[in-house]
């Protein structure tokens, strides 16, 4: 397993401003991943952050407005630019741990953003 | 495109009952299908997984059924709780070089007294 921490756990934050989110993992992982959960709803992927390479985004979700960064095996960011009301959601980072072999992928507690 | 379904949206169970979750699937390249429990504010929590050869895992109270044929899987709570009053998500990982984990829509248990 890995236990996961993330950072804020919440923010509100003005419409036309970002906010990076922190997250940490306690062991190496192969793969991290940031998913958006709406309040009430199913998660939806924004990316995969690998270590060493570009992440790579779901359809709908751009770089220019979710850009991530990875620059070890235990810690990425995702950062929310340019934010409007109707961003405001569950961001949540998920990780394969290496070499786990059965696929068990493990989430943090979330980060609830609120954007006025 | 939803390529995970899941029924039903919610589910209220007496405590003691079995509550079932029903999830079916369209891509043939799956290839593991956990369960996830979330309660309020916190994460989705790993509660059980199985892969396609296997028909059947029990871990505890809670148990997968996969019918590989059908395309179809489902969770059985034995015993039901109040505890274990939730959200369930069933998922379905796909490996390869666009590895990723797609979620059914949810569904919210509610177990009483």
């Known amino acids: 397993s890995a236990v996961i921490s993330q950072k804020p756990s919440r923010d509100i934050c003005q419409r036309g401003t970002s906010l990076t989110i922190q997250c940490q993992v306690d062991s190496q992982v192969t793969m991290m991943f940031w998913y958006r959960q709406q309040p009430g709803q199913s998660l939806t992927l924004i990316a995969t952050?690998?270590?060493?390479?570009?992440?790579?985004?779901e359809s709908g979700f751009v770089i220019d407005k979710f850009p991530i960064s990875r620059p070890n095996l235990t810690f990425s960011t995702l950062t929310v630019s340019n934010m409007s009301p109707e961003d405001s959601s569950i961001y949540l980072c998920?990780?394969?741990?290496?070499?786990?072999?059965?696929?068990?992928?493990?989430f943090g507690p979330g980060t609830r953003l609120t954007v006025t | 495109q939803q390529q995970v379904k899941q029924s039903p949206q919610s589910l209220i169970v007496q405590k003691g009952g079995i509550s079932i979750i029903n999830c079916a699937y369209e891509?043939?390249?799956?290839?593991?299908f956990p369960w996830y429990q979330q309660f309020p504010g916190k994460g989705p929590a790993l509660l059980i997984a199985i892969r396609p050869d296997v028909s059947e895992k029990k871990e505890g109270r809670f148990t997968i059924s996969f019918n590989k044929s059908a395309k179809q899987f489902s969770l059985h709570i034995m015993d039901s709780q109040p505890g274990d009053s939730a959200t369930y998500f069933c998922?379905?990982?796909?490996?390869?070089?666009?590895?990723?984990?797609?979620f059914g829509t949810g569904t919210r248990l509610q177990v009483t007294l």
């Open positions: 952050a690998n270590q060493g390479s570009e992440a790579t985004y």
């Open positions: 998922a379905a990982w796909i490996s390869g070089t666009a590895s990723k984990l797609t």
């Open positions: 891509n043939t390249a799956f290839d593991y």
């Open positions: 998920s990780v394969l741990p290496s070499g786990s072999g059965q696929y068990e992928q493990y």
